[in-house]
């Protein structure tokens, strides 16, 4: 079956200017997660989206980054005034509910340059 | 909170041979370890996971152990192969968190040279 898809697939981006990431997880897949991961790092967890209960946003670096999930389905991570260090690949992931499966499955990632 | 540390960060082996990556975690109450392998340009890719409540697991060419009182688990892969070659990472789900967010290690680069 199709697994997540992100888009774009890469984006360059101007410092300063607002960037929007697209995540579409597994359908059936109640679970969804955004990681980055910087060069020469680990993934590094940035929000989780659980159902419709409210997110754990605790990995989020500052508060120039917010994610939304519509419909319990697609998500969008939004950056904004983007600054140099927030290069990096950006990867979503979604399970199934908590008790149904801890497996997650990642998306092709978004390669995000500001310049 | 969990840490999860990962060695070697590179590793070299040859067509044929074994590779071994080892990885430690702090939180004892944590209790699912997903191994991911990771192609340039892609995704990470599960492989193979193991639970708290089993020592060992095996698919083919790779396994992966478990040891609850030392807090550490080691992927395995036999009889390697060049398709092989990947950044490897191992991760760890803290029990006591709200979320099931994933704690990574910061990933073994694997050459397998033919």
């Known amino acids: 079956g199709a697994g997540v898809s992100q888009s774009p697939s890469n984006k360059v981006t101007e410092k300063g200017k607002d960037v929007e990431l697209r995540c579409d997880p597994i359908?059936?897949?109640?679970?969804l997660y955004w990681y980055r991961q910087s060069l020469g790092q680990g993934l590094e967890f940035l929000i989780y989206f659980q159902g419709n209960s409210a997110p754990d946003k605790s990995g989020l670096p500052s508060d120039r980054f917010s994610a939304e999930r519509t419909g319990g389905s697609v998500s969008t991570l939004t950056i904004q005034r983007t600054q140099q260090e927030d290069s990096a690949v950006y990867l979503c992931?979604?399970?199934?509910?908590?008790?149904?499966?801890?497996?997650?499955?990642f998306g092709p990632g978004t390669r995000l340059t500001v310049t | 909170g969990e840490n999860v540390e990962q060695h070697p960060s590179t590793l070299s082996v040859q067509e044929g041979d074994s590779a071994v990556i080892k990885c430690t975690y702090s939180d004892s109450a944590s209790n699912y370890f997903p191994w991911y392998k990771q192609e340039l340009g892609k995704g990470p890719q599960l492989i193979i996971d193991i639970r708290s409540n089993v020592g060992e697991k095996k698919d083919q060419r790779i396994a992966v152990t478990l040891n609850k009182t030392a807090k550490h688990f080691s992927l395995h892969i036999t009889e390697t192969q060049p398709e092989d070659s990947a950044v490897y990472f191992c991760?760890?789900?803290?029990?006591?968190?709200?979320?099931?967010?994933?704690?990574f290690g910061k990933g073994t680069t694997l050459s397998v040279s033919s």
């Open positions: 991760a760890a789900i803290p029990a006591n968190q709200a979320g099931t967010a994933l704690i």
């Open positions: 359908s059936g897949h109640t679970a």
């Open positions: 992931a979604s399970s199934l509910p908590p008790g149904q499966g801890a497996e997650q499955y």
